[in-house]
């Protein structure tokens, strides 16, 4: 007896959605982790590793459909903490971006690691703003969140 097995268009774009999504909590999931290691001899820095991604796909009506994200969003620190955030590039060529509040600013590019010094003096919520997927020209605005207590 043989048997027939039929794939539609939307199965196989749902699919492809589930893989990408599998392989983003992956990368999360490595990169979650902190440590810590010394600065200038004097302490020491919590490091906080951050990936960013772009998740594109195109709908089934054919139009573009594009997310860009750091990875994790949001990253929770103290007040006056040394932390060193060490940017992954992922996906896309080039993400600069600033830290709102901060003379932070910085770039980090497709296969690149980036590291930047933070320690806030300041509680509050510090967004972490990509300038080329600023939300004007694309769908939505990449921004993560650092959370100071």
């Known amino acids: 007896?043989?048997?027939?097995?039929?794939?539609?268009?939307r199965h196989l774009w749902l699919g492809g959605l589930a893989c990408v999504l599998v392989v983003c909590g992956a990368v999360f999931f490595w990169l979650k982790?902190?440590?810590?290691?010394?600065?200038?001899?004097?302490g020491t820095a919590r490091i906080i590793r951050m990936a960013a991604t772009e998740l594109k796909t195109t709908a089934n009506n054919g139009?573009?459909?594009?997310?860009?994200?750091?990875?994790?969003?949001?990253?929770?620190?103290e007040k006056n903490?040394?932390?060193?955030?060490?940017?992954?590039?992922?996906?896309?060529e080039n993400h600069p971006f600033y830290i709102e509040g901060t003379a932070i600013k910085g770039?980090?590019?497709?296969?690149q690691e980036t590291t930047?010094?933070?320690?806030?003096?300041?509680?509050?919520?510090?967004?972490?703003i990509c300038t080329a997927h600023s939300g004007k020209n694309h769908q939505?605005?990449?921004?993560?969140?650092?959370?100071?207590?």
């Open 140 to 149: 939505e605005p990449m921004i993560g969140y650092i959370v100071v207590k």
């Open 107 to 111: 770039s980090v590019g497709k296969g």
């Open 81 to 92: 903490e040394q932390v060193n955030l060490v940017i992954t590039g992922v996906n896309g």
């Open 63 to 77: 139009t573009a459909v594009e997310s860009y994200r750091w990875n994790p969003e949001t990253v929770q620190v």
């Open 116 to 128: 930047v010094a933070f320690q806030p003096d300041k509680e509050g919520v510090y967004r972490i």
């Open 33 to 42: 982790g902190s440590s810590t290691v010394p600065v200038d001899g004097d």
């Open 1 to 9: 007896m043989i048997k027939i097995i039929v794939v539609k268009r």
